[in-house]
C-alpha cells in the first residue's frame, strides 16, 4: 500500500487558472506539509498542519492555501497560476509536528504553468 | 532564517570510488536529518543524528554530527550506481517547528 499518495501526478494549465493538488497518507500520522522543489532541487517548505496548527512558511503567497477535510488528507489550492509556481510539490506526513519526526514524502506532482 | 548550505553541489565519481558530502550551519543544530532523493523520485529519509559527535552506519553510508552540532557529513564506501540521487540535509528551522532543507548535493556514479 502507498504510505503518502497525490494526485494528479502530472498537472499542465494555463496562466490565471485555479487548481488543486489532493494528497492522502495511510500512515495514521498526525502531521502532513506541502513542500515546492524549483527546477533547480530546492526543497522548501509551504506548509505544515497537524489538527491544531497549520505554520505557513512567510514566503508563501496567499494564493496557495491548504485545506484538510480529515487527518489523513492535505489538499492544496492554488488560485491566479503564474509561470513562476511551475515546479514539483511534495506532499509529506510525519508521526508527529516536530523536528524529532522523519518525513514520509509522497510521489510528487510535476505542475507546468503554460 | 535558518539556512544549511551543503557541498560540494555536484560530484560525478567512478564506481567503487568513495563520496563525502557536507552539511554546514551557522548556528547550534538540536539535530539534523538526512534524506536521499533519486532521478524522478522523491526524498526518502535516511538518518537523524541529535547527539554531538554521533556516527551512525547503514552498510556503506557513514553519518557524522559535528562536535559542535554545526555541521554533518554523509559518507558513502565504494560508490555503486544505485547511490546516484541527490542527498540532503534538513535541520531544524529557528522556531524549531519545521525542516529546513540545505541545496543537496548531486551525485553521479559512473559504471
Known amino acids: 500500500d502507498t504510505a503518502v499518495s497525490q494526485t494528479p501526478k502530472y498537472l499542465v494549465t494555463q496562466m490565471g487558472n485555479d487548481k488543486s493538488i489532493k494528497c492522502e497518507q495511510n500512515?495514521?500520522?498526525?502531521?502532513m506539509y506541502w513542500y515546492k522543489q524549483d527546477s533547480k532541487k530546492f526543497l522548501k517548505i509551504m506548509f505544515s498542519?497537524?489538527?491544531?496548527?497549520?505554520?505557513i512558511n512567510e514566503t508563501v503567497p496567499n494564493r496557495f492555501s491548504p485545506k484538510s477535510p480529515d487527518k489523513a488528507h492535505l489538499n492544496l489550492h492554488i488560485n491566479s497560476l503564474e509561470l513562476g509556481d511551475s515546479a514539483v510539490y511534495f506532499c509529506?506526513?510525519?508521526?508527529?509536528?516536530?523536528?524529532?519526526?522523519?518525513?514520509?514524502f509522497g510521489p510528487g506532482t510535476r505542475l507546468t504553468v503554460t | 532564517g535558518q539556512q544549511v548550505m551543503q557541498i560540494p553541489q555536484y560530484q560525478h565519481v567512478q564506481e567503487g570510488e568513495d563520496f563525502t558530502t557536507y552539511c554546514n550551519s551557522s548556528?547550534?543544530?538540536?539535530?539534523i536529518q538526512w534524506y536521499k532523493q533519486r532521478p524522478g523520485g522523491h526524498p526518502v529519509f535516511l538518518i537523524q543524528?541529535?547527539?554531538?559527535?554521533e556516527v551512525k552506519k547503514q552498510k556503506r553510508l557513514t553519518f557524522q554530527f559535528g562536535e559542535a552540532k554545526k555541521n554533518s557529513s554523509l559518507h558513502i564506501t565504494a560508490t555503486q550506481t544505485t547511490d546516484v540521487g541527490t542527498y540532503f540535509c534538513?535541520?531544524?528551522?529557528?522556531?524549531?517547528?519545521?525542516?529546513?532543507f540545505g541545496p543537496g548535493t548531486r551525485l553521479s556514479v559512473l559504471p
Open positions: 548556528t547550534t543544530l538540536s539535530n
Open positions: 543524528l541529535v547527539k554531538s559527535g
Open positions: 498542519y497537524n489538527n491544531k496548527e497549520l505554520i
Open positions: 500512515l495514521g500520522h498526525d502531521t
Open positions: 509529506a506526513s510525519s508521526y508527529r509536528q516536530g523536528m524529532a519526526y522523519e518525513q514520509y
Open positions: 534538513a535541520a531544524p528551522d529557528n522556531y524549531g517547528q519545521n525542516f529546513v
